[in-house]
């Protein structure tokens, strides 16, 4: 079965302690697999796109990479700013339309 | 910038009644999404449509329809409100092309049902 698994569900840091976010996926044909932020009560805000494993992006203190199986979205010394529900989706699975979307990570960065 | 708008933040209808739900972009896309978002059922694609008046069912049609009579333009219809269609409701486009297509998101609306 297609499906993306987030881990963990959520997290809490204290500011400036680095920590990683897990996203594994079992999507066949994968065309990309993308990262969003979400704050409450607003849509996801587009963040990485990765294409094929060993692929890496960053921005700011956030860099994604990506594996046959997974990916992880790294927080360098997070700050309080970057606390919000952080998504993965994956492309694939033979509908180049389809997302599937994990359930996200809630993140907490506390001062 | 890529913006795709929706037409109201929040929203609050009784049961039974039609809602409209509207979604703007003004990047040309050619594809355009409309997903449900719910607490511990993550996002879950509705309809979809990739070119003018052609729709694709998502995984969860139903209760649902949609209209798409210009290219910037993608609604999303319920016929007859019902309680269970309470929700956050998120739109979102993409330009087919290259490797893959990043799908940009709008606000969002949240739906109350009565």
């Known amino acids: 079965e297609d499906q993306v698994t987030q881990s963990p569900e959520a997290l809490r840091l204290q500011e400036g302690e680095s920590s990683s976010l897990n996203c594994s996926y079992t999507?066949?044909?994968?065309?990309?697999l993308f990262w969003y932020r979400q704050d409450p009560g607003k849509g996801p805000e587009f963040l990485f796109t990765?294409?094929?494993a060993g692929e890496e992006k960053e921005k700011e203190r956030l860099k994604a990479t990506l594996t046959k199986k997974e990916s992880f979205l790294h927080i360098t010394a997070p700050k309080p700013e970057d606390s919000a529900t952080y998504l993965c989706a994956v492309q694939g699975g033979g509908n180049f339309n389809k997302f599937y979307f994990g359930s996200g990570t809630k993140l907490n960065v506390k001062p | 910038d890529v913006k795709v708008t929706q037409s109201s933040r929040y929203l609050v209808k009784r049961t039974g009644e039609k809602v409209f739900l509207e979604c703007v972009q003004d990047m040309d896309h050619e594809n355009m999404f409309w997903y449900r978002q719910d607490p511990g059922l993550g996002l879950r694609l509705i309809y979809f449509s990739y070119d003018v008046k052609m729709k694709e069912k998502g995984d969860i049609p139903e209760g649902y329809s949609v209209s798409r009579e210009k290219k910037e333009r993608f609604s999303l219809i319920l016929e007859s409100a019902s309680t269970n269609q309470t929700s956050m409701y998120l739109c979102?486009?993409?330009?087919?092309?290259?490797?893959?297509?990043?799908?940009?998101f709008g606000p969002g609306t949240r739906l109350t049902v009565l």
């Open positions: 999507v066949s044909g994968l065309r990309g």
């Open positions: 979102a486009s993409s330009s087919p092309g290259g490797t893959t297509d990043t799908q940009y």
């Open positions: 990765l294409y094929s």
